[in-house]
């Protein structure tokens, strides 16, 4: 099992920035890949950024050049770095973290850009 936290959301205005943690419980061994999705009203959950143990990364098109992944294995903690927001990037963040072949979910944190 894995406890999952989550923080940094918030109310930014357009052309902000906001950075999200997640911090993921237990060993760090065994975690391939930890990541970001979001949730739009009326929309379908979607990844907007992932980091495997050995580094690689994938981005959603929408965010390349805005958003930045970045991991501490030690802490076993993910950071989303997210620049030049936009209002479309309103949206419930959530963290995801994937060991032993099993996905696991933190609660969401609320992302609003607005004016």
């Known amino acids: 099992q894995v406890q999952i936290v989550e923080s940094g959301g918030g109310l930014v205005q357009p052309g902000g920035s906001l950075r999200l943690s997640c911090a993921a419980s237990?060993?760090?061994?065994?975690?391939?890949?930890m990541g970001w999705y979001r949730q739009a009203p009326g929309k379908e959950r979607e990844l907007v950024a992932r980091i495997f143990t050995g580094g690689g990364q994938d981005y959603a098109d929408s965010v390349k050049g805005r958003f930045t992944i970045s991991r501490d294995n030690a802490k076993n903690t993910v950071y989303l770095q997210m620049n030049s927001l936009k209002p479309e990037d309103t949206a419930v963040y959530y963290c995801?973290?994937?060991?032993?072949?099993?996905?696991?979910w933190g609660q969401g944190t609320q992302v609003t850009v607005s004016s």
């Open positions: 237990g060993s760090r061994f065994g975690i391939s890949i």
């Open positions: 995801y973290v994937q060991r032993g072949g099993i996905g696991y």
